[in-house]
């Protein structure tokens, strides 16, 4: 137990569909990250939120959309994704994302797009 | 950004060697972390270190940090069936921008 919930674990889905992955995270953290790992570019960071504010989007398609309604909650709002999204997402939390301090990852999320 | 490149990509041993992972990076860090994710696990925080020269021990786990804070070391000494994973090097991403860059890892196989 990380302190970091994710859900689904795994979650499969067609390229027209639309769906969301959910990240909790009970450690009183402000700051939440979402990051990408598959084989090609392990542990690649997304989207980092400060504050329930977006603080970086690193070139990220428009067919994935964050969303952070406050400090304790992340989500990850999927559409018409490409089978080559597929790979493991993982949230993460950490205190102060502006000096670089451990992150508490969650278990991922496994998406698999057909 | 900053970045951080990890060798070796993968690493064979027997159970009862020792094993090493390097990061090297081609600018100062300001720190470097290392993490392990088990097979099927995620990534959970080993360690970080901040100053010139840093050695710091946990059991069979030594980390090293660089006199020129380039460049850092993990070594495990007498690896065991449960030291199996990939090993992480990480830094901030630098130019001001938040969060962490994570370098490509090592894979850590052992062979009983």
């Known amino acids: 137990e990380t302190g970091v919930t994710q859900t689904p674990r795994h979650l499969v889905m067609g390229m027209t569909n639309k769906k969301s992955l959910k990240c909790e995270q009970h450690?009183?953290?402000?700051?939440m990250y979402w990051y990408k790992q598959s084989a090609k570019k392990p542990l690649e960071l997304m989207f980092v939120?400060?504050?329930?504010?977006?603080?970086e989007n690193n070139s990220v398609p428009s067919r994935f959309s964050p969303e952070c309604p406050n400090s304790s909650h992340l989500f990850l709002h999927l559409h018409t994704l490409q089978p080559e999204d597929s790979a493991l997402y993982l949230c993460?939390?950490?205190?102060?994302?502006?000096?670089?301090?451990?992150?508490?990852f969650g278990s991922g999320t496994q998406l698999s797009v057909l | 950004g900053q970045q951080v490149m990890q060798i070796p990509q993968y690493q064979h041993v027997q159970e009862g060697e020792d094993f090493t992972t390097y990061c090297n990076s081609s600018?100062?860090?300001?720190?470097i972390q290392w993490y392990k994710q088990r097979p099927g696990g995620h990534p959970v925080f080993l360690i970080q270190?901040?100053?010139?020269?840093e050695v710091k021990k946990q059991k069979r786990l030594t980390f090293q940090f660089g006199e020129a804070k380039k460049n850092s070391s993990l070594h495990i000494t007498a690896t065991q069936t449960t030291d199996v994973g990939t090993y992480f090097c990480?830094?901030?991403?630098?130019?001001?921008?938040?969060?962490?860059?994570f370098g490509k890892g090592t894979h850590l196989i052992i062979q009983p």
């Open positions: 270190l901040v100053k010139s020269g």
């Open positions: 450690l009183g953290h402000n700051a």
């Open positions: 990480a830094t901030m991403a630098g130019g001001g921008a938040d969060g962490l860059t």
């Open positions: 993460a939390s950490s205190q102060d994302p502006t000096v670089g301090e451990k992150l508490f």
């Open positions: 939120y400060n504050f329930k504010e977006q603080t």
């Open positions: 600018t100062t860090l300001s720190n």
